[in-house]
């Protein structure tokens, strides 16, 4: 189940580093496309992707049913496509998806403000000014992104286990140096480790769509642990009887067999259709 987990700045190669990894090791590269594609078989439309992929949401976007969509569908697709193993992730959270859990090697990718705006300003064809523009907008996007969704700054290096700054190394240079590094990390005591968190997780996340998307319970921010066969919710919900009803449901989910829950009763909260 191994997973190298990789963020980036912009015009810091990170798909040309997940290429070449991908080359170096075998793994499957589950890029923009392949999640996208997924959060879409989920149910979540185009259009909402876009307005949440790595981005800030606005105020208004913020407090909208939309954005608990957005981000268990987008759980839902890493911990699908990582149950296959042996796969490299690009931005999205990424690190704080598979926190703790082993076999997964978290990697940051940098470059100096110079190297960015000229990378950038070949690709866009632009001038210095624009160039800088898009790099400030794109970091800005990130960052937000990342403490809204995540709790999490994107930019701390403790988050990585790995920080490589591109401006002076080629693609192939630095997957090397990534995939050395994932030789000497993964071993078959950590694949066991690893499925074992990964099946946990999933189950938490099946949890989740069941209680909120196939029973149609409507709390809010929801969310699940899972230790054995005991789940436990988290959440916001508008009564005791909904509360109750989300343990109930909780149960239906194989081999869950006790549900606790740490459900939050606010009958004055309401989230935006």
């Not at 793994?27 to 996208?36: G, K, M, V």
């Not at 995540?150 to 997957?175: H, M, S, V």
């Amino acid at each position: 189940m191994s997973v190298i987990a990789i963020s980036r700045e912009l015009a810091a190669l990170g798909d040309e580093i997940a290429v070449e990894l991908k080359k170096r090791l075998s793994y499957r590269f589950a890029d923009r496309n392949i999640i996208e594609e997924r959060i879409k078989g989920y149910g979540l439309s185009a259009r909402d992707f876009e307005k949440y992929d790595e981005r800030k949401p606005s105020f208004f976007a913020s407090i909208s049913q939309e954005r608990d969509d957005y981000l268990h569908c987008l759980k839902r697709a890493l911990l699908d496509e990582a149950r296959d193993g042996k796969c490299i992730f690009m931005g999205r959270g990424v690190f704080a998806v598979f926190k703790d859990v082993p076999g997964v090697l978290p990697v940051f990718l940098v470059s100096s403000m110079d190297v960015r705006i000229e990378r950038v300003r070949s690709y866009f064809r632009c001038d210095e000014k624009r160039a800088r523009q898009v790099i400030t907008q794109s970091d800005n996007d990130r960052t937000g992104f990342h403490r809204y969704f995540f709790e999490a700054e994107w930019k701390d290096p403790q988050n990585y286990f790995l920080t490589i700054n591109t401006g002076r190394l080629t693609p192939y240079d630095c997957a090397e140096a990534i995939a050395n590094l994932a030789d000497a990390l993964f071993d078959e005591q950590t694949e066991l480790e690893s499925a074992a968190k990964l099946k946990e997780l999933s189950l938490s996340q099946a949890i989740v769509n069941h209680v909120r998307y196939v029973r149609k319970i409507g709390v809010q921010f929801l969310e699940a642990s899972v230790s054995g066969t005991t789940a436990t919710l988290y959440g916001v919900a508008h009564s005791a009887p909904m509360v109750d009803a989300a343990a109930a449901a909780a149960l239906e989910v194989p081999p869950i067999e006790k549900a606790l829950t740490k459900i939050q009763i606010a009958q004055e909260y309401a989230m935006m259709r």
